[in-house]
């Protein structure tokens, strides 16, 4: 079992001038809850989501290790075709971004829109990211609008190059990608595939 230290990411930024790297557990370390835990590349608990109800799929948080919520995520549930809708933490009247699937591509794989801000006064093309990826691999990219890798979901591999568990995943996230944004996404994905 995995060692969890008692640290604390920093607040000051959600993003790195690195590449990072994160395993992510679809589970909650919270027994009878669904969920998911993020550890960086220490193997420290940097990000969790713990649903104490299961039937309640539509209205998810992000936290920091110490619970502080750093995004929520609500899902629309007159629409169909899903659309989420997710907050921060500084701003709970307005969407921080919007996911949404993409009208036009009817194959096995999933692409989904993500609109980033809700007025109209900044530029579309600047504000459009696209989450491209199998559902039967769980593999996932993450693209800006400009048809830039972000970040990288995959399922993790051991060192000898075995596939762990379907519930054991990679992000690899480039730099001066916001982390918290690519974590939401990635519970959406989860809430998507009900892998939580």
């Known amino acids: 079992m995995a060692k969890?230290?008692?640290?604390?990411?920093?607040s000051?930024?959600?993003?790195?001038?690195?590449?990072?790297?994160?395993?992510?557990?679809?589970?909650?370390?919270?027994?009878?809850?669904n969920g998911y835990t993020v550890y960086n590349s220490n193997g420290e608990v940097v990000f969790r989501i713990d649903n104490y109800d299961s039937k309640c799929r539509s209205e998810v948080y992000l936290m920091?290790?110490?619970?502080?919520i750093v995004c929520t995520?609500?899902?629309?549930?007159?629409?169909?075709?899903?659309?989420?809708?997710?907050?921060n933490d500084k701003d709970s009247c307005k969407p921080w971004f919007k996911v949404g699937k993409s009208l036009g591509f009817f194959t096995h794989?999933?692409?989904?829109d993500v609109l980033i801000g809700t007025n109209g006064a900044q530029s579309i093309s600047s504000m459009n990211h696209r989450i491209e990826g199998s559902i039967h691999n769980f593999e996932f990219k993450i693209v800006d609008g400009e048809g830039q890798?972000?970040?990288?979901?995959?399922?993790?591999?051991?060192?000898?190059?075995v596939a762990l568990g379907?519930?054991?995943?990679?992000?690899?996230?480039?730099?001066?990608?916001?982390?918290i944004f690519v974590m939401a996404l990635v519970a959406i994905l989860g809430l998507i595939c009900h892998k939580m």
């Open 166 to 179: 379907e519930d054991v995943l990679c992000v690899i996230i480039e730099p001066h990608v916001d982390h």
């Open 73 to 87: 995520i609500l899902r629309k549930k007159l629409l169909r075709s899903g659309l989420w809708d997710c907050y």
């Open 64 to 68: 920091d290790l110490r619970g502080n």
């Open 149 to 161: 890798i972000m970040a990288v979901i995959q399922r993790k591999l051991s060192f000898s190059g």
């Open 4 to 10: 969890i230290h008692p640290c604390v990411p920093s």
């Open 109 to 112: 794989d999933l692409v989904y």
């Open 12 to 33: 000051s930024s959600s993003c790195s001038t690195q590449r990072e790297t994160y395993t992510i557990w679809m589970k909650s370390l919270v027994l009878n809850s």
